[in-house]
């Protein structure tokens, strides 16, 4: 196993689970879509651009849009999605029957699809690799993320092989997160069950919300999602210790580790 090579070497790395190393978003759009048509009817219709307007920040990127919007607090987005489309009780001006589905339903419904959907997510580019790479050189890792455990069981079903690397995993139903992010709760916990300090860890993160909770945490961060990694695109309050566009361009040495070694081509 390799060594520690650098006094700026991190104690652990902290990471974000959705959109950092799964690719849930495509699976969590489909699923949705499927709860609504069950709920609803298909006249009931959900993409990015109805998603588009209650989605903070200004991004072009769709793929990008729906990470956004999965790393909200499922109920609030769901009470969106239900005005958004003219689908909420409290709608006066609906000119489509109206419906009884709550906010509560229609989580409860996404999440059935979401499950029926499990196989299907996705590692992220250079997850596996990256992961590998920090256990070689003896880094500590967990994961922190605003999933709650039955979500996160769920989804951790297919990449054993990413979460045997990890010493633990915080969810947002832990007892100890009180606030989601950006508050910095899920990583000040993760760090303490890890046995060190914030400020010895990275963070790495694809949502502004994300990074904003790990800088305030006192941890570097490491931001991997190129649609808002340039200064016009990250938002007030969001500050990054190094930005890149997938994983697999994560500066090595500037974290005090040798560089990531390239697959052979066969």
Sequence with gaps: MG??????????????????????????????????????????????????????GDSSNAAQDMLAFEKKD???????????????????NNKKKKTKVTPKQLVEEWEV??????????????????????????????????????SVSMKRTKHENI?????????????????????????????????VKPTGCIVIEDSPEGCRAGW???????SVADAWSSDSKIGKGVRVFSACSTLLDIDFKKLGLPPLEKKKEI
């Excluded at 999605?81 to 409290?90: H, Q, S």
């Excluded at 500590?140 to 999933?147: E, F, L, N, V, Y």
């Design 216 to 222: 305030a945490a006192g941890a570097r961060v490491v």
């Design 3 to 56: 060594q520690c090579s650098s006094k700026n070497t991190p104690e652990a790395v902290l990471w974000d689970l959705d959109g950092t190393l799964i690719d849930t978003s495509r699976q969590s759009l489909s699923a949705l879509q499927a709860a609504m048509v069950s709920l609803l009817g298909k006249q009931y219709k959900v993409d990015t651009s109805v998603l588009l307007p209650i989605i903070s």
């Design 163 to 195: 979460f045997k690397h990890m010493k633990t995993v915080v969810c947002s139903d832990d007892p100890h997160v009180k606030k989601r992010k950006p508050a910095p709760d899920v990583y000040i916990v993760a760090a303490e069950r890890m046995g």
């Design 113 to 150: 699809h979401m499950l029926r959907n499990r196989r299907n997510i996705s590692l992220m580019p250079g997850a596996l690799e990256v992961v590998e790479h920090f256990a070689k050189h003896n880094v500590p890792q967990c994961i922190a993320t605003m999933s709650n455990s039955k």
């Design 74 to 92: 499922k109920l609030g987005w769901a009470a969106d999605v239900l005005k958004e489309i003219g689908a909420d009780n409290n709608n006066n």
